[in-house]
């Protein structure tokens, strides 16, 4: 089993919908949890990160971290032709173990 | 400004050469990392240097494996013998370093080298 899993999609949603992503984990060790984008042939660049548990809001992206349950998820709101991409989640065990540990990546196609 | 650079963009070789992949990192970045993307998969980590030396090289998957980064800047992936099973997408990212508890430091990522082995 992976230490973190997600569905890999595609996911395909009409311009406008209320989109949500998600990641299950295993590691109880993982401290920071990242939203990454990849557009094709890109590297991964960071949308959002929550440090511990809660929910973090940036525009029409919001992000839940469950640490009790071993879930996050990422909402994006009014979603965009120009939010089609793959999204990562990631995470990472803090201070001294900063790699990342990536899950699969979902495919999201918005279309007007 | 600059971001994470990487050379070259695009390699091709046959079984069992030698292959060097370059990440310019950004400057003033002292940690570094290298990551593999296969296909369909999220980006796995190989090795993580902070400054010259390689803090956590777990993810190098055997000996053909080797990183470099002689002055703290500019990093070298070195592939042995390569395999077709080495056929990935190479990542490189740079960071900052860490500011303490509840502070990410983000890892930018360069654009990647894809790898073909024949």
């Known amino acids: 089993q992976k230490e973190v899993e997600q569905d890999p999609g595609p996911l395909s949603v009409p311009e406008g919908a209320i989109v949500s992503l998600n990641c299950t984990y295993s590691?109880?060790?993982?401290?920071?949890f990242m939203w990454y984008r990849q557009y094709s042939r890109k590297g991964p660049e960071l949308l959002m990160y929550t440090y511990s548990s809660g929910n973090k809001e940036d525009g029409r992206f919001t992000a839940q971290v469950d640490k009790s349950s071993k879930y996050i998820s990422l909402f994006i709101r009014d979603s965009q032709p120009s939010d089609s991409a793959t999204y990562l989640c990631a995470m990472s065990g803090g201070l001294n173990t900063d790699k990342l540990i990536f899950g699969t990546g979902t495919r999201l196609q918005v279309f007007p | 400004g600059a971001g994470v650079s990487q050379t070259p963009s695009n390699k091709v070789t046959e079984k069992g050469k030698y292959v060097e992949l370059r990440c310019d990192p950004i400057s003033g970045h002292t940690a570094l990392y290298w990551y593999r993307q296969s296909l369909g998969q999220g980006p796995e980590f190989l090795i993580y240097f902070q400054g010259t030396g390689a803090a956590d090289d777990s993810g190098l998957p055997n000996d053909r494996f080797f990183a470099v980064r002689p002055e703290g800047s500019v990093s070298t992936l070195k592939i042995q013998r390569t395999e077709r099973g080495d056929s990935a997408v190479y990542l490189c990212?740079?960071?900052?370093?860490?500011?303490?508890?509840?502070?990410?430091?983000?890892?930018?990522f360069g654009p990647g080298t894809r790898l073909t082995v024949l």
């Open positions: 590691n109880s060790a993982f401290q920071y």
């Open positions: 990212a740079s960071s900052f370093e860490n500011r303490g508890t509840g502070f990410y430091n983000e890892q930018f």
